[in-house]
């Protein structure tokens, strides 16, 4: 390489990336004419960057809304808790492109766990499996009340949790499933083994959801909060 010219590409203080050039043809070195040229290209490419970013942002705020409109219509409208859940799941996936979601509750007896909901990757084979609580991930949100996540959950030594049983999942987070009398259950996100990893934001997305269920009792049908 015997010539070079590179500049940041910036918009609002903020350096998306770098554009370089190299080997100018026709001469030995770039010219200030080309600095000049360069200088501008990048500047709009931060611009255009920028703007997607703040309408990909904006789409995701609106899918969010939605969600929320959603679930909470049919919390105020008396729906049944499986139909709710079955919109938390679906919401949820959506808001974080998951290959899988799961809504993990006790079973009628409180003996076990089942999974309650599932949408997506295996959904008919995962949908009502009971588990033991003991020994696997949700029972340990619905204990401590704080998620977990994973880069690999097939690795994971709690294989009673049958998400981990399947074997082809890799990402996923677990986050606890809220109600007016507490944490009851898990809200769970996977994707496949070698898919992109869930952020601090989509575990943040995924536990508002989960905040959204308000379940008084999850034999009950959703209720809305009591007016303070």
Known sequence: MRSFLGAPIVARGEVFGDIYLTEKLGAAEFSEEDERSILVLASQAGVAIHNARLYEETRRRERWLDAVRDITNAVLSGTGSDEALVLIASRARDLVAADLTTVVIPDPDGNELVIQVADGDHADVLTGRGFSAEGSISGAVVLSGRPEVFEDVSTDARASQPVVE?????????????????????????????GPPFSKESVHVLEAVGGQAALPDVDDPLEPPAPD
């Open 166 to 194: 399947l074997g082809d999942m890799g990402p996923a987070a677990f986050v606890p499933l809220a109600g007016h009398r507490g944490v009851f259950g898990t809200l769970a996100a996977a994707n496949r083994r070698g």
